[in-house]
Nanobody
């Protein structure tokens, strides 16, 4: 049974930082591209960031809204995906979801997701 379990969410003031983690189990983690999505209240879920498999170069992709502030990374030995979030803004408030892809490349759409985590709440106060 595949599980993606996010952690690290919380309440942080604007300008602060958080580091999200996503621990994967039941999945051959190192052969899949991974991504973070988020969903704010009353809005559709949106792409945040994605990363290829490590031996594919570990290339990354980011939504324009988070470029330069967020950093995605992965530790294949720990089957864990990370999202370092700096200079947080109130508009970053959302539930953040970890997702595994169906292939080793980066991905941006829900249609390319194989498995979803349950989500972790991030709230940025102004």
């Amino acid at each position: 049974q595949v599980q993606l379990v996010e952690s690290g969410g919380g309440v942080v003031p604007a300008g602060g930082s958080l580091r999200l983690s996503c621990a994967a189990s039941g999945l051959t983690f190192n052969i899949y591209g991974m991504a973070w999505f988020r969903q704010a209240p009353g809005k559709e879920r949106e792409f945040v960031s994605s990363i290829t498999i490590s031996w594919g170069g570990g290339s990354t992709d980011y939504a324009d809204s988070v470029k330069g502030r967020f950093t995605i990374s992965r530790d294949d030995a720990k089957s864990t995906l990370y999202l370092q979030m700096n200079s947080l803004k109130p508009e970053d408030t959302a539930v953040y979801y970890c997702a595994s892809g169906t292939r080793g490349r980066t991905f941006k759409s829900d249609g390319a997701v194989n498995y979803w985590g349950q989500g972790t709440q991030v709230t940025v106060s102004s």
